[in-house]
């Protein structure tokens, strides 16, 4: 078996704290701030970070005229459209039912760019799907109260995850070429 590098073990291990947190710390967010404060202030750290990257990477940004229209685009179906749905959506349930609807997302990426992009959709893909959403039930199945979830809460991150699903997809079609952290800058 091929040795991993300790960056890719970091990377890993970062990548699950922060979305492995993120649904619990909007919440504790919204007790103190309205959700386009909380939002507002995500972002800004958001693209400070960003922008220290860009920097410390001399990743320039792309010249070239679709990319400020694609970052537009995805700043709505990306950033905009799924986060005010999202942080709008968990006054309304819990923590752990807005992670377990948001595990639904590649599911979502799947069958829109089966239409969209004809991309293959295999036996393969969808099982790996379903273990994923089955796996974060697991670990959010103590604050899952699906008999006592609000429909319109529920809504609302569906409708955010299928947001996001159309600015995956849209990035797949449209962003070749573009850097992916630069491409993050744009959104923010």
């Not at 749905?85 to 349930?93: C, H, K, P, T, W």
Request: hydrophobic share 55%; glycine share 8%.
């Amino acid at each position: 078996m091929k040795s991993t590098r300790p960056s890719v073990i970091l990377a890993y291990i970062g990548a699950c704290v922060i979305w492995g947190s993120t649904w619990m710390m909007i919440k504790i967010g919204l007790r103190d701030a309205p959700p386009m404060t909380s939002i507002a202030v995500r972002m800004a750290i958001a693209s400070a970070i960003v922008a220290v990257a860009l920097r410390a990477g001399r990743i320039r940004l792309p010249r070239d005229s679709r990319f400020v229209p694609l970052g537009v685009l995805l700043g709505f179906v990306q950033i905009a459209i799924p986060y005010a749905f999202v942080y709008y959506g968990e006054q309304r349930i819990d923590s752990g039912l807005a992670a377990v609807l948001y595990a639904t997302l590649p599911l979502m990426v799947v069958v829109l760019a089966r239409f969209t992009l004809h991309t293959p959709l295999t036996a393969r893909k969808l099982l790996g799907i379903a273990i994923g959403i089955v796996g974060v039930a697991c670990i959010f199945s103590n604050n899952l109260r699906l008999g006592h979830a609000e429909a319109a809460g529920t809504a609302l991150v569906l409708a955010s995850v299928t947001a996001s699903a159309v600015g995956s997809v849209a990035t797949k079609k449209w962003g070749h070429g573009h850097h992916p952290v630069a491409s993050l800058l744009i959104p923010f």
